[in-house]
DNA sequence: ACCGTTCATCGTAATATTGCGATAAGTTTC
DNA sequence: GAAACTTATCGCAATATTACGATGAACGGT
């Protein structure tokens, strides 16, 4: 059906898929390791930056915004995108509680 | 047109997205969480602890295969899966990386 | 008021994912 | 060999994702 079955699963399961679903795409990698080497919010050169056009960039950047790992503060004329270091944690801790007991 | 668009991205980014996009489903994470919780090979009650078909969770365990998040040997009559720990261990350094310097 | 710049959204098309039942493939046991 | 058990694969349908051009919305400067 194509339908996940959300409901079937814990919040946390489901939360954990969300995170690594924001993820599950180089072009969104991409973003995130841009907005980390700057240490600073970026003014959209994102477009610049990456082999997409300007309507598949904004998608992208909804998809990361609506997971909560990016935020979006407009500067006009420009928007200006900064990683949400608290959701940042929370993707470690998550993937950390995870995989901390066997690696 | 819904193809993703590999080849414009680093070998590095289309892994990290390859990784992310394996626990990118509920089911999936349920799964690991469960090979982890067990810390040993489970030999397939995977189908009675999970809420999908039999051939659901057969599609989700080859989509962990194919990532080498998970490994399936035969044990007849049944098969044994167990976490990849060197895989995981690739998971866990290659978001530390990314992570490790803001949180 | 009119541009130009920047970004979001809409509409569309191609492809991928999710899910299940049915069927096939591989063993062991009888 | 036949039957039982376990898992993989096929075929289908519903939905989601990816990508782009075109258009729209918001703002600043002229």
Known sequence: MGLSK?????TEQNRIAELAKALAHPARVAIV???????ACI???????LPL????????????KTAGII???????KVCYCL???VLK????????MFSRCC
């Open 43 to 49: 003014c959209g050169d994102l477009v610049d930056a």
């Open 53 to 64: 056009s300007q309507s598949t960039v904004s998608q992208h950047l909804k998809a990361l």
């Open 33 to 39: 390791q841009y907005l980390l080497k700057a240490e």
């Open 6 to 10: 959300t409901a079937s699963f814990s």
């Open 84 to 86: 949400n270091i608290t």
């Open 71 to 77: 935020t979006g503060s407009v500067e006009p004329p």
């Open 90 to 97: 929370e993707f470690n801790s998550a993937f950390g509680e």
